[in-house]
């Protein structure tokens, strides 16, 4: 995300494996990454689902993550020369629409503020989400009933707002944002599926 928009303090990792990865090549990666990050503290490497996760530990707490997940669907080719070697960058369009997976399938916090940024600050739109998203969802034979993504989207927004109400945000300025980031999502994000 940081190659279209940098604004996240995290510094995490999110990768796909190509269809064509062994799996010797992708235990070898595993490995190189795994002994990357040793000399910079504790390092755990998990796995659940298509997804497997090298993280660096510090005081038992995930400081980076390194993730690669199996790719359900691709819409473009992925950018290349824009790290060095083989290393391609999902487009755009490719970056939202597994953003919006996330968002309907998990709704964690930094899901809504991904989309919620992307959005805001000019990379994208919500018409375009939802529409990418769809194409996404078709691809990988899932899911696109848009209704019922929007439901799952409107329940994580009611949990997000049970487990941290407004009122019981001290700071002033994040209890802003978020205000604004849930008028946004009910307003515009979610209203666009009426129009």
């Known amino acids: 995300m940081s190659h279209y928009i940098e604004y996240r303090q995290t510094k995490d990792v999110d990768a796909w494996w190509v269809e064509s990865a062994t799996s010797a090549e992708r235990a070898a990666i595993i490995t190189v990454l795994q002994d990357a990050l040793r000399p910079f503290g504790e390092v755990r490497t998990r796995a659940w689902g298509d997804v497997v996760s090298v993280e660096l530990q510090e005081e038992s707490s995930t400081v980076f993550s390194f993730q690669i997940a199996e790719r359900s669907a691709e819409l473009e080719v992925p950018l290349s020369g824009v790290w060095p070697g083989e290393i391609g960058v999902d487009s755009l369009r490719d970056l939202v629409a597994s953003k919006m997976v996330a968002l309907v399938e998990r709704g964690a916090p930094r899901d809504f503020l991904d989309i919620y940024t992307l959005c805001t600050k000019g990379q994208c739109s919500a018409v375009d989400c939802w529409q990418w998203w769809t194409t996404r969802q078709a691809k990988a034979k899932e899911n696109v009933d848009r209704k019922r993504a929007a439901l799952a989207v409107r329940t994580h927004l009611a949990r997000l707002e ?15 944002v978020a205000g604004a980031l849930r008028a946004w999502f009910e307003m515009d994000f979610l209203g666009e599926l009426s129009n």
């Open 162 to 176: 049970q487990v941290r109400p407004l009122a019981g945000i001290a700071d002033a300025e994040q209890r802003t």
